[in-house]
């Protein structure tokens, strides 16, 4: 109870420390930090990963490596078990990236497949949208999480246009959002990704993203009858790590194709800016007691019920 009472007040002092600041230069902490999120496009070596849906057999290969690095629970259907690719499923705290099957009008003889988990956005509104800098975007590429700054207050998860973030509810005691993050300490060791180590027909490449979106261009153009002219990431929201070509058009797929090319959080920065700090006070503190209570139950009741449902039968709403 100690642990939880402490959590409680260190969440509710932190959000609304970053609320005063906010209050004063907008909602994304100090004028400085606004600044430097703004720069975000200016590491010229940055890396992604070229997604290629003509190449990729639906294997699942790249969920269960997924799974192993990051020591996440065993799935419910194993990953031999391909019929869970006829949901189509979102990535939860459980699982950082999941592929889908989509039959296609005009690709009847051959499902395509998609995978899916965050997409590294060049400027990310998750990152934009946290009060105390809990994400950032690394030099590398790869938009990371920090949970020991982490409030919980979960406004990455309303902010992110492809649905990624997810709060971790198999840890009552420790919730805490969940997400791809590039396998930042693969790749600052110069290690591939684990899910593009283990594709076994390289349909991912990982390289950096400028030399990425050439292979993708030279790839288009060597069979243009195989490939739709979109890169997809190369400028939808601004911009993505995580890029993606294919024959089957993107909108028959689920990518969200209404985003636009302008980063997010450029839309969103008048708003945020004019948000007053007492907007985020009482979410904060109304957020905490929930938090707060909660943890009391949970360790009364035992573990919280799983809330891990990834499926969604609405397929506007998998990203
Ligand atoms: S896809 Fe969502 S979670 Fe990933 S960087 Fe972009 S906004 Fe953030
Ligand atoms: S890059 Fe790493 S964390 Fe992201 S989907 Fe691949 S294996 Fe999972
Ligand atoms: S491992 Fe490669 S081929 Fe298999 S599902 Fe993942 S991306 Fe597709």
Not at 126 to 145: L, N, R
Not at 161 to 166: G, L, R, V
Not at 267 to 287: D, H, N, Q, R
Request: aromatic share 10%.
């Amino acid at each position: 109870m100690q642990i939880q009472r402490r959590s409680f007040i260190r969440g509710v002092v932190s959000l609304a420390g970053a609320s005063l600041l906010s209050g004063i230069s907008g909602i994304n902490g100090s004028r400085a930090e606004a600044a430097d999120r703004r720069k975000l496009t200016g590491w010229a070596d940055r890396s992604g990963v070229l997604t290629d849906l003509n190449v990729c057999i639906g294997c699942r290969r790249c969920e269960k490596a997924c799974n192993e690095e990051n020591s996440l629970p065993v799935p419910d259907h194993p990953f031999d078990d391909l019929s869970v690719l006829e949901r189509h499923r979102r990535t939860n705290a459980g699982a950082y990236t999941v592929v889908n099957r989509y039959y296609l009008p005009d690709w009847l003889a051959t499902p395509m497949y998609r995978k899916v988990q965050c997409n590294h956005c060049e400027e990310p509104a998750c990152a934009s949208a946290c009060p105390v800098g809990a994400i950032k975007k690394s030099p590398e590429g790869a938009v990371i999480y920090n949970e020991d700054v982490c409030i919980g207050c979960r406004y990455c998860m309303t902010a992110c246009p492809f649905y990624i973030p997810a709060f971790d509810w198999f840890n009552a005691r420790t919730p805490a959002i969940k997400k791809c993050d590039m396998c930042y300490s693969r790749i600052t060791r110069g290690r591939l990704p684990a899910c593009v180590e283990a594709c076994p027909v390289e349909a991912l490449v990982f390289g950096k993203r400028k030399q990425l979106i050439e292979l993708a261009r030279d790839r288009i153009a060597d069979e243009p009858h195989r490939y739709s002219d979109h890169i997809y990431g190369e400028y939808e929201a601004g911009g993505t790590g995580w890029l993606y070509i294919s024959g089957a058009p993107f909108r028959q797929l689920d990518f969200p194709e209404d985003l636009g090319d302008k980063p997010l959080p450029e839309l969103t920065k008048e708003f945020l800016s004019a948000v007053p700090g007492v907007l985020v006070i009482w979410p904060a503190l109304l957020g905490g007691f929930y938090m707060f209570t909660r943890n009391r139950n949970c360790s009364q009741s035992g573990p919280a019920a799983g809330q891990n449902g990834n499926e969604v039968s609405n397929a506007s709403h998998s990203k």
